[in-house]
């Protein structure tokens, strides 16, 4: 049985055994002592802490909770004794290259707060694969001219996925260098050198500005200039977590919305329609796009990866702006690995749906009608069991006025409604055109979509019976199929038009399909039907 200790590294707190405990602080010990006399000695230690507190991270896990000295032994292979290392020397010897062959020789992908011109993204992406930031920059100035924006959305989700360095360890990381005692004292010993020099630049500037005022003056400019650094740092601390907020309220209103979208009540999906926007059970307009396949899912999938990723990482950007907690581990290269996955997915089936609506075809077909001269043509619509199973059992979808019926019954299927008008017809015969439509991914599947169209009517001397609904056949899939009638009425001839004939008439330049449905009608020299009295063959002819 041995003691344990409580310790805390870099913010972090370990359990650790007596025998580790002793073995670490004579480490850290020999640590302090070895730079107790270098400039930026504070900063070095601290960054070696973290390294030491990360590396320790790694070993705990959820059946070994209490450092113990082989874990401290791994620690020092990693980083390297001080005795080890020659503060003065500008090459590392061959026993210093042999201590830092342990050390963590990886290559990460980092903001570079050194190089930066708005949040430091092209310079890590510089360092990282060893080229000019300015080549990044261009490229994100190229895509967001040609591309529309493209190069500004890639660059705001690089800015939220990818993480600041901002320790030492980080930066080594960022250059693909290894983090050990050796090149963590040179990084900061550079970065001491840097700050000097540009001390000393400002401070010849600032000598050559105003040599000629006096000393108690220049002392007053400095407590002031003081003064005004501490109010801008003040000032900058207080606009990043303003910006922090709004990034945040942004984030959690559009995860918001998102889900509504997709998760809803009903499950409710935004379908972008060729000509507005429909609210669509996302089940529904699965099943009418990808019939029962697994693509739905997989497109779904997709969307909430690639629109859901950005969203949720600026909640957790705006997060850690408001209130400072660590940033998590790999978290940006996992959410950048997600979205690029849902990007991938959400083309692919974008694609394809594209691909299935790129070509169209209308098959056309003309009835003459021999109604006799003096005497209307009846219109009224037919009720069957065919219709009545499908009021009982299909789910109502309405996309650009096209109405669209899907079958939940053993049967299954879907079904459209037709469109009727009625049109002044250019010479003396009477004549119904019928067209069909549907859409594929060539003419010759359009057409054959077009063919399986079926649309049931009747044609009984001077009555005209037509069905409610029209049937795709053989096809498990919407793509666009719908039936139009045009019902051409010559000059001076009379139509009588049923009164649930609004169901299926559509509006014209003249004429509502509410206010034409239940009388009878006459075709004038303008195209415009005016009504005629009701006489006794109408009441006639709808009693049958």
């Not at 900061?188 to 000393?215: G, H, M, V, W």
Request: aromatic share 12%.
């Amino acid at each position: 049985m041995k003691k344990t200790f409580t310790v805390n590294i870099s913010g972090i707190v370990f359990n650790i055994d007596e025998d580790a405990y002793s073995v670490l602080n004579d480490y850290l010990q020999s640590i302090k002592k070895h730079f107790a006399n270098t400039e930026g000695r504070d900063e070095i230690i601290s960054d070696i802490e973290s390294r030491i507190a990360e590396i320790l991270t790694e070993s705990i896990t959820d059946t070994k909770e209490v450092i113990s000295i082989e874990d401290i032994e791994k620690v020092i292979k990693a980083i390297g004794l001080p005795d080890e290392f020659e503060i003065d020397e500008e090459e590392p010897t061959a026993k210093q290259r042999s201590a830092g062959r342990s050390g963590k020789d990886t290559k990460r992908l980092y903001r570079d707060p050194d190089n930066t011109m708005i949040s430091g993204v092209c310079g890590g992406l510089g360092a990282y694969f060893h080229t000019d930031p300015v080549w990044f920059r261009l490229a994100f100035v190229i895509l967001a001219l040609a591309g529309v924006g493209t190069g500004i959305v890639i660059y705001i989700v690089l800015w939220v996925v990818i993480p600041l360095a901002s320790t030492t360890a980080e930066k080594l990381e960022m250059r693909g260098e290894r983090v050990d005692l050796s090149n963590i004292e040179k990084s900061i010993r550079q970065e001491i050198d840097n700050l000097k020099d540009k001390f000393n630049d400002f401070t010849k500037e600032a000598k050559n500005t105003y040599k000629k005022k006096s000393k108690e003056h220049r002392n007053e400019v400095n407590n002031i200039g003081t003064v005004l650094l501490r109010i801008l740092e003040v000032f900058g601390k207080i606009v990043l977590i303003f910006f922090g907020i709004v990034l945040l309220l942004i984030g959690v209103s559009l995860v918001a919305a998102f889900a509504v979208a997709i998760f809803g009540i009903g499950d409710f999906f935004i379908f972008p329609g060729p000509k507005d926007f429909h609210i669509i059970p996302y089940n529904e307009i699965a099943l009418l796009l990808f019939g029962n396949s697994d693509r739905g899912a997989f497109l779904l999938t997709g969307i909430m990866l690639f629109l859901g990723i950005p969203m949720l990482m600026m909640i957790y950007g705006g997060s850690r702006l408001v209130f400072r907690f660590p940033k998590i581990r790999y978290i940006g290269v996992v959410s950048l690995a997600l979205w690029i996955a849902g990007l991938i997915i959400t083309a692919f089936y974008g694609t394809y749906l594209v691909r299935e609506f790129q070509f169209d075809s209308k098959i056309k077909k003309t009835v003459a009608l021999n109604v006799p001269e003096g005497k209307p043509l009846y219109l009224k619509l037919v009720e069957d069991e065919e219709s009545k199973r499908i009021y009982r059992y299909a789910k109502y979808i309405s996309i650009d006025n096209e109405s669209i019926y899907l079958m939940n019954d053993k049967k299954g299927g879907f079904y459209g409604e037709p469109g009727l008008t009625i049109k002044k017809s250019k010479d003396s015969t009477m004549k119904m055109k019928f067209s069909y439509y549907a859409l594929g991914r060539n003419d010759f599947i359009a057409k054959e979509r077009a063919e399986n169209i079926v649309y049931n009517y009747n044609i009984n001397d001077t009555l005209i019976l037509f069905n409610r609904f029209f049937e795709i056949k053989n096809e498990k899939l919407w793509r666009g199929q719908y039936v139009w009638i045009t019902l051409e009425i010559p000059e001076g001839r009379q139509v009588d038009i049923g009164e649930d004939m609004s169901e299926i008439l559509r509006n014209s330049w003249y004429h509502s399909r509410y206010t034409l449905s239940g009388n009878t009608y006459e075709m004038n020299d303008i195209g415009k039907l005016e009504r005629v009295e009701e006489s006794i063959d109408r009441v006639e002819a709808f009693s049958d």
